[in-house]
Protein backbone atom coordinates (compact mmCIF):
# COMPACT_ATOMS: atom_id res chain seq x y z
CA UNK A 1 0.00 0.00 0.00
CA UNK A 2 1.42 3.17 -0.83
CA UNK A 3 2.07 6.30 1.60
CA UNK A 4 -1.36 8.42 0.36
CA UNK A 5 -3.34 5.15 0.41
CA UNK A 6 -2.16 4.19 3.75
CA UNK A 7 -2.90 7.44 5.38
CA UNK A 8 -6.42 7.65 3.67
CA UNK A 9 -7.09 4.32 5.62
CA UNK A 10 -5.94 5.35 8.77
CA UNK A 11 -8.16 8.64 8.81
CA UNK A 12 -10.95 6.39 7.57
CA UNK A 13 -9.96 4.26 10.92
CA UNK A 14 -9.74 7.13 13.18
CA UNK A 15 -13.05 8.43 11.84
CA UNK A 16 -14.86 5.07 12.62
CA UNK A 17 -13.48 4.49 15.69
CA UNK A 18 -14.05 7.55 17.11
CA UNK A 19 -17.77 7.48 16.45
CA UNK A 20 -18.07 3.77 17.49
CA UNK A 21 -16.37 4.96 21.02
CA UNK A 22 -19.50 7.07 22.04
CA UNK A 23 -21.09 4.12 22.54
CA UNK A 24 -24.59 5.21 21.03
CA UNK A 25 -27.25 3.15 19.41
CA UNK A 26 -26.93 2.18 16.00
CA UNK A 27 -30.07 2.01 13.45
CA UNK A 28 -29.22 0.33 10.24
CA UNK A 29 -31.42 0.48 7.08
CA UNK A 30 -31.45 -2.98 5.60
CA UNK A 31 -33.78 -2.08 2.66
CA UNK A 32 -35.08 1.09 1.00
CA UNK A 33 -38.66 0.01 2.77
CA UNK A 34 -38.94 -0.72 6.42
CA UNK A 35 -36.51 -3.63 7.69
CA UNK A 36 -33.88 -2.36 10.20
CA UNK A 37 -31.48 -3.83 12.50
CA UNK A 38 -31.01 -1.47 16.18
CA UNK A 39 -27.96 -1.28 17.84
CA UNK A 40 -28.38 -0.96 21.60
CA UNK A 41 -25.09 -0.70 23.71
CA UNK A 42 -25.23 -2.90 26.52
CA UNK A 43 -24.58 -1.34 30.24
CA UNK A 44 -21.42 -0.79 30.52
CA UNK A 45 -20.76 -3.59 33.22
CA UNK A 46 -22.46 -6.16 30.72
CA UNK A 47 -19.36 -5.97 28.79
CA UNK A 48 -16.41 -6.40 30.97
CA UNK A 49 -14.59 -9.79 30.66
CA UNK A 50 -14.89 -9.45 26.70
CA UNK A 51 -18.60 -9.83 26.68
CA UNK A 52 -20.52 -7.99 23.86
CA UNK A 53 -20.61 -4.57 23.54
CA UNK A 54 -24.00 -3.98 21.31
CA UNK A 55 -27.92 -5.86 22.31
CA UNK A 56 -28.73 -6.96 18.22
CA UNK A 57 -32.72 -6.21 17.64
CA UNK A 58 -33.69 -6.96 13.89
CA UNK A 59 -36.92 -5.30 13.12
CA UNK A 60 -39.57 -6.35 10.50
CA UNK A 61 -36.72 -8.25 7.98
CA UNK A 62 -38.00 -8.62 4.57
CA UNK A 63 -35.29 -8.71 2.45
CA UNK A 64 -35.70 -10.80 -0.99
CA UNK A 65 -38.51 -12.26 -2.78
CA UNK A 66 -42.22 -11.26 -3.00
CA UNK A 67 -44.87 -10.34 -0.40
CA UNK A 68 -48.02 -11.52 -0.35
CA UNK A 69 -51.60 -11.23 1.80
CA UNK A 70 -54.89 -13.14 1.60
CA UNK A 71 -53.77 -14.41 -2.03
CA UNK A 72 -51.21 -13.71 -5.05
CA UNK A 73 -54.80 -12.18 -6.89
CA UNK A 74 -55.32 -10.11 -4.35
CA UNK A 75 -52.53 -8.33 -3.33
CA UNK A 76 -48.48 -9.37 -3.73
CA UNK A 77 -45.58 -6.98 -3.71
CA UNK A 78 -41.86 -7.11 -4.74
CA UNK A 79 -39.07 -4.58 -3.60
CA UNK A 80 -38.38 -2.04 -7.05
CA UNK A 81 -34.73 -1.18 -4.91
CA UNK A 82 -32.64 -4.29 -4.64
CA UNK A 83 -32.34 -4.55 -0.94
CA UNK A 84 -28.81 -3.21 0.07
CA UNK A 85 -28.70 -6.05 2.73
CA UNK A 86 -29.91 -9.30 0.92
CA UNK A 87 -30.36 -12.15 3.25
CA UNK A 88 -29.82 -12.55 7.30
CA UNK A 89 -26.31 -14.03 7.00
CA UNK A 90 -25.61 -10.93 5.47
CA UNK A 91 -27.45 -9.39 8.94
CA UNK A 92 -25.12 -11.21 11.02
CA UNK A 93 -21.97 -10.27 9.25
CA UNK A 94 -23.03 -6.95 9.57
CA UNK A 95 -23.46 -7.05 13.67
CA UNK A 96 -19.99 -9.04 13.84
CA UNK A 97 -17.91 -6.55 11.50
CA UNK A 98 -19.49 -3.44 13.93
CA UNK A 99 -18.53 -5.74 17.01
CA UNK A 100 -14.96 -5.93 15.93
CA UNK A 101 -14.56 -2.20 15.15
CA UNK A 102 -16.46 -1.29 18.59
CA UNK A 103 -13.74 -3.42 19.98
CA UNK A 104 -10.32 -2.03 18.29
CA UNK A 105 -10.42 -4.61 16.00
CA UNK A 106 -10.21 -2.20 13.24
CA UNK A 107 -6.13 -2.39 12.45
CA UNK A 108 -3.40 -2.24 9.37
CA UNK A 109 -0.53 -4.58 9.23
CA UNK A 110 -0.15 -8.18 8.71
CA UNK A 111 0.69 -8.59 12.40
CA UNK A 112 -2.18 -8.22 14.09
CA UNK A 113 -3.58 -10.18 16.40
CA UNK A 114 -6.99 -11.49 15.76
CA UNK A 115 -9.36 -10.07 18.80
CA UNK A 116 -11.30 -12.64 20.87
CA UNK A 117 -14.87 -11.52 19.27
CA UNK A 118 -13.18 -12.05 15.98
CA UNK A 119 -12.25 -15.62 17.10
CA UNK A 120 -15.59 -16.33 19.03
CA UNK A 121 -18.42 -19.00 18.15
CA UNK A 122 -21.55 -17.08 18.14
CA UNK A 123 -24.59 -18.98 17.92
CA UNK A 124 -26.18 -15.94 16.28
CA UNK A 125 -25.19 -12.21 16.48
CA UNK A 126 -28.93 -11.16 16.41
CA UNK A 127 -30.38 -11.10 19.98
CA UNK A 128 -34.13 -10.61 19.77
CA UNK A 129 -36.43 -10.46 16.25
CA UNK A 130 -39.17 -7.53 16.70
CA UNK A 131 -42.25 -7.74 14.35
CA UNK A 132 -44.83 -4.82 14.33
CA UNK A 133 -47.63 -6.41 12.31
CA UNK A 134 -48.67 -9.61 10.62
CA UNK A 135 -49.07 -8.44 7.49
CA UNK A 136 -46.50 -10.57 5.54
CA UNK A 137 -44.12 -7.17 4.54
CA UNK A 138 -43.65 -7.25 8.23
CA UNK A 139 -43.85 -10.54 8.63
CA UNK A 140 -42.09 -12.17 6.17
CA UNK A 141 -41.60 -16.20 6.45
CA UNK A 142 -39.03 -16.85 3.75
CA UNK A 143 -36.80 -14.04 5.77
CA UNK A 144 -37.63 -14.71 9.07
CA UNK A 145 -36.96 -18.85 8.60
CA UNK A 146 -33.57 -17.64 7.45
CA UNK A 147 -33.22 -16.10 11.58
CA UNK A 148 -31.40 -18.73 14.23
CA UNK A 149 -34.49 -21.02 15.56
CA UNK A 150 -33.32 -19.97 19.55
CA UNK A 151 -33.23 -16.02 18.50
CA UNK A 152 -36.29 -14.84 20.69
CA UNK A 153 -39.06 -12.95 18.67
CA UNK A 154 -41.33 -10.91 20.23
CA UNK A 155 -44.07 -9.82 17.77
CA UNK A 156 -47.97 -8.17 18.00
CA UNK A 157 -50.76 -11.14 18.93
CA UNK A 158 -51.53 -11.58 15.34
CA UNK A 159 -47.96 -11.64 14.21
CA UNK A 160 -46.82 -13.96 17.04
CA UNK A 161 -49.61 -17.02 15.95
CA UNK A 162 -48.44 -16.91 12.54
CA UNK A 163 -44.82 -16.95 13.47
CA UNK A 164 -45.57 -19.88 16.10
CA UNK A 165 -47.15 -21.78 13.19
CA UNK A 166 -43.99 -21.54 11.07
CA UNK A 167 -42.76 -24.63 13.60
CA UNK A 168 -39.36 -22.70 13.86
CA UNK A 169 -38.36 -20.06 16.41
CA UNK A 170 -38.15 -21.90 20.23
CA UNK A 171 -39.17 -18.59 21.85
CA UNK A 172 -42.53 -16.44 20.75
CA UNK A 173 -43.77 -13.41 22.79
CA UNK A 174 -46.52 -11.39 22.65
CA UNK A 175 -45.75 -7.96 22.94
CA UNK A 176 -47.66 -5.99 25.53
CA UNK A 177 -49.33 -2.73 24.81
CA UNK A 178 -47.84 0.14 26.99
CA UNK A 179 -50.58 2.19 28.83
CA UNK A 180 -50.98 5.13 31.05
CA UNK A 181 -52.19 2.49 33.44
CA UNK A 182 -49.17 0.53 34.09
CA UNK A 183 -46.59 3.26 33.31
CA UNK A 184 -43.43 1.96 34.58
CA UNK A 185 -41.42 0.53 31.28
CA UNK A 186 -39.23 -1.97 33.94
CA UNK A 187 -42.74 -3.70 33.67
CA UNK A 188 -42.76 -4.50 30.08
CA UNK A 189 -39.17 -6.00 30.29
CA UNK A 190 -40.37 -9.71 29.59
CA UNK A 191 -37.86 -12.68 29.90
CA UNK A 192 -35.58 -13.60 27.92
CA UNK A 193 -34.77 -9.64 27.86
CA UNK A 194 -32.17 -8.40 29.81
CA UNK A 195 -33.67 -6.23 32.27
CA UNK A 196 -32.69 -2.89 31.13
CA UNK A 197 -34.52 -3.36 27.96
CA UNK A 198 -38.13 -3.74 26.90
CA UNK A 199 -40.19 -4.58 24.16
CA UNK A 200 -43.60 -3.11 24.10
CA UNK A 201 -46.13 -1.44 21.49
CA UNK A 202 -48.56 1.36 21.45
CA UNK A 203 -52.27 1.66 20.29
CA UNK A 204 -54.58 3.70 19.25
CA UNK A 205 -58.01 3.66 20.11
CA UNK A 206 -60.79 3.15 17.56
CA UNK A 207 -57.99 0.89 15.86
CA UNK A 208 -59.89 -2.80 15.81
CA UNK A 209 -56.91 -4.40 13.74
CA UNK A 210 -54.17 -2.07 15.78
CA UNK A 211 -52.77 -1.43 11.97
CA UNK A 212 -51.97 2.33 13.26
CA UNK A 213 -50.11 1.21 16.27
CA UNK A 214 -45.93 1.19 16.79
CA UNK A 215 -43.35 -1.26 18.49
CA UNK A 216 -41.84 0.90 21.40
CA UNK A 217 -38.08 -0.66 22.19
CA UNK A 218 -36.84 1.13 25.61
CA UNK A 219 -33.52 0.82 26.97
CA UNK A 220 -31.58 2.22 30.26
CA UNK A 221 -28.15 2.18 29.17
CA UNK A 222 -27.88 6.50 29.17
CA UNK A 223 -25.98 7.42 32.53
CA UNK A 224 -27.07 10.85 31.80
CA UNK A 225 -30.19 11.23 31.26
CA UNK A 226 -32.45 13.33 33.06
CA UNK A 227 -33.82 12.25 36.25
CA UNK A 228 -31.56 9.17 36.27
CA UNK A 229 -30.22 8.75 39.54
CA UNK A 230 -26.94 9.41 40.77
CA UNK A 231 -26.37 5.91 42.82
CA UNK A 232 -27.16 3.38 40.88
CA UNK A 233 -26.70 -0.45 42.06
CA UNK A 234 -23.97 -1.98 40.00
CA UNK A 235 -25.01 -4.58 36.83
CA UNK A 236 -23.87 -8.28 36.84
CA UNK A 237 -21.63 -8.79 34.28
CA UNK A 238 -24.89 -10.02 31.85
CA UNK A 239 -26.29 -6.61 33.02
CA UNK A 240 -29.41 -8.71 34.31
CA UNK A 241 -29.62 -7.42 37.52
CA UNK A 242 -32.35 -4.58 37.82
CA UNK A 243 -31.30 -1.16 39.55
CA UNK A 244 -32.94 -0.36 43.00
CA UNK A 245 -34.47 3.10 42.12
CA UNK A 246 -36.27 3.80 38.91
CA UNK A 247 -34.41 5.22 36.33
CA UNK A 248 -35.05 7.30 32.83
CA UNK A 249 -35.17 5.01 30.27
CA UNK A 250 -34.14 6.22 26.36
CA UNK A 251 -36.72 4.48 23.36
CA UNK A 252 -36.99 4.07 20.11
CA UNK A 253 -40.92 3.97 18.24
CA UNK A 254 -41.31 2.37 15.50
CA UNK A 255 -44.66 3.08 13.83
CA UNK A 256 -44.31 1.95 9.57
CA UNK A 257 -48.15 2.74 8.79
CA UNK A 258 -47.82 5.98 11.87
CA UNK A 259 -49.69 6.08 14.85
CA UNK A 260 -52.59 8.86 15.64
CA UNK A 261 -50.32 11.51 17.63
CA UNK A 262 -52.76 11.74 19.56
CA UNK A 263 -52.27 8.42 20.81
CA UNK A 264 -48.67 9.45 22.30
CA UNK A 265 -49.96 10.58 25.54
CA UNK A 266 -48.43 7.18 27.10
CA UNK A 267 -44.90 8.21 26.43
CA UNK A 268 -45.37 11.88 28.17
CA UNK A 269 -47.03 10.16 31.37
CA UNK A 270 -44.16 7.74 31.81
CA UNK A 271 -42.38 6.83 35.15
CA UNK A 272 -39.96 7.44 35.20
CA UNK A 273 -39.48 9.25 31.75
CA UNK A 274 -38.98 7.99 28.84
CA UNK A 275 -37.05 10.38 26.22
CA UNK A 276 -37.87 9.29 22.60
CA UNK A 277 -34.47 8.98 21.07
CA UNK A 278 -35.42 8.09 17.42
CA UNK A 279 -39.39 8.16 15.92
CA UNK A 280 -39.11 6.09 12.76
CA UNK A 281 -42.45 7.11 10.77
CA UNK A 282 -42.82 7.33 6.99
CA UNK A 283 -43.68 10.56 4.53
CA UNK A 284 -45.71 8.89 2.32
CA UNK A 285 -50.00 9.24 2.83
CA UNK A 286 -50.91 6.11 1.22
CA UNK A 287 -54.70 4.88 1.38
CA UNK A 288 -56.96 2.43 -0.27
CA UNK A 289 -59.29 4.76 -2.83
CA UNK A 290 -61.24 6.98 0.11
CA UNK A 291 -62.26 3.71 2.44
CA UNK A 292 -59.32 3.00 4.16
CA UNK A 293 -56.10 4.74 5.45
CA UNK A 294 -53.18 2.76 5.34
CA UNK A 295 -49.87 4.75 6.13
CA UNK A 296 -50.60 8.35 7.85
CA UNK A 297 -48.16 10.50 6.57
CA UNK A 298 -45.79 13.26 7.14
CA UNK A 299 -48.58 15.32 8.13
CA UNK A 300 -49.52 13.30 11.36
CA UNK A 301 -45.67 12.82 11.66
CA UNK A 302 -44.67 16.50 12.53
CA UNK A 303 -47.87 16.89 14.77
CA UNK A 304 -46.77 13.53 16.50
CA UNK A 305 -43.17 15.14 16.65
CA UNK A 306 -44.76 17.94 18.70
CA UNK A 307 -45.33 15.88 21.66
CA UNK A 308 -42.61 13.20 21.96
CA UNK A 309 -39.63 15.96 20.57
CA UNK A 310 -37.47 13.09 19.49
CA UNK A 311 -33.80 13.63 18.74
CA UNK A 312 -34.11 12.10 15.43
CA UNK A 313 -37.48 11.80 12.97
CA UNK A 314 -36.43 9.09 10.43
CA UNK A 315 -38.43 7.96 7.53
CA UNK A 316 -39.86 4.45 7.06
CA UNK A 317 -41.95 1.96 4.37
CA UNK A 318 -41.95 4.82 1.92
CA UNK A 319 -40.45 2.57 -0.68
CA UNK A 320 -42.80 2.65 -3.97
CA UNK A 321 -42.65 -1.24 -4.40
CA UNK A 322 -43.97 -3.26 -7.77
CA UNK A 323 -47.19 -4.32 -7.06
CA UNK A 324 -49.84 -6.64 -8.46
CA UNK A 325 -53.43 -8.18 -7.53
CA UNK A 326 -56.59 -6.47 -7.08
CA UNK A 327 -55.63 -4.35 -4.29
CA UNK A 328 -52.86 -2.33 -6.81
CA UNK A 329 -55.78 -0.68 -8.56
CA UNK A 330 -57.20 1.07 -5.55
CA UNK A 331 -54.16 2.37 -3.94
CA UNK A 332 -53.88 6.06 -3.41
CA UNK A 333 -50.06 7.81 -1.96
CA UNK A 334 -49.67 11.60 -1.41
CA UNK A 335 -45.81 12.04 -1.28
CA UNK A 336 -45.54 14.83 1.64
CA UNK A 337 -42.70 17.02 1.76
CA UNK A 338 -41.41 17.85 5.38
CA UNK A 339 -42.08 21.62 4.07
CA UNK A 340 -45.47 21.00 3.13
CA UNK A 341 -46.38 19.12 6.52
CA UNK A 342 -44.82 21.53 8.86
CA UNK A 343 -46.96 24.16 6.84
CA UNK A 344 -50.37 21.97 7.45
CA UNK A 345 -49.71 21.69 10.77
CA UNK A 346 -48.95 24.96 11.97
CA UNK A 347 -52.25 26.22 9.79
CA UNK A 348 -53.52 23.83 11.77
CA UNK A 349 -52.53 24.62 15.21
CA UNK A 350 -53.66 28.31 14.80
CA UNK A 351 -51.14 29.09 12.10
CA UNK A 352 -48.14 29.73 14.80
CA UNK A 353 -45.11 30.85 12.64
CA UNK A 354 -42.85 32.88 15.34
CA UNK A 355 -39.63 30.68 15.56
CA UNK A 356 -39.43 31.72 18.80
CA UNK A 357 -42.49 30.06 19.80
CA UNK A 358 -43.03 27.62 16.92
CA UNK A 359 -44.10 24.33 18.42
CA UNK A 360 -42.39 22.71 15.35
CA UNK A 361 -39.35 24.42 15.91
CA UNK A 362 -36.58 22.10 15.27
CA UNK A 363 -38.86 19.08 14.05
CA UNK A 364 -36.51 17.90 11.04
CA UNK A 365 -36.17 14.20 9.31
CA UNK A 366 -32.99 12.36 9.27
CA UNK A 367 -32.41 10.78 5.47
CA UNK A 368 -31.72 6.87 6.28
CA UNK A 369 -31.07 5.14 3.01
CA UNK A 370 -31.51 1.94 1.86
CA UNK A 371 -27.83 0.45 3.35
CA UNK A 372 -27.43 3.44 5.21
CA UNK A 373 -26.40 3.57 9.00
CA UNK A 374 -27.09 6.21 11.83
CA UNK A 375 -25.03 6.41 15.01
CA UNK A 376 -27.86 8.16 17.56
CA UNK A 377 -25.99 10.27 19.45
Known amino acids: ?????????????????????????????????TSWLLQIPRPSSAVKHGGRIYYNVLIDPWLQGPQSDVARWFSQQWHAIESAVKNIAEVEEMARQIEILSGGGLRLGKGRRKSKIETAEVESWIDAVAISHEFTDHCHKDTLLEVHPNVPVFATEEAAKLISSFNHFRSVTTTPTFSSESSDWHDYSLLPLPSWLSISRLTASNDALYYHSALLITFATHPFLPTTP????????????????????????????????????????????????????????????????????????????????????????????????????????????????????????????????????????????????????
Not at 355 to 374: I, K, P, Q, T, Y
Open 1 to 33: MDAPSAQLNLEVRDAILKSLATRRPILHHLNAD
Open 230 to 377: KKRSSLSIYGDEPSTAPEAAECVIYTPHGIPHTALTPIAQADPPLHTLAFLHGLHDVSISAAQQLNLGAKNAVLAQRTLRAKYWVATHDEIKRGGGLVSWFLRRKVWTVEDALKEARAEMNGVDDEDVDEFAGVRLEDVGNGDSRILE
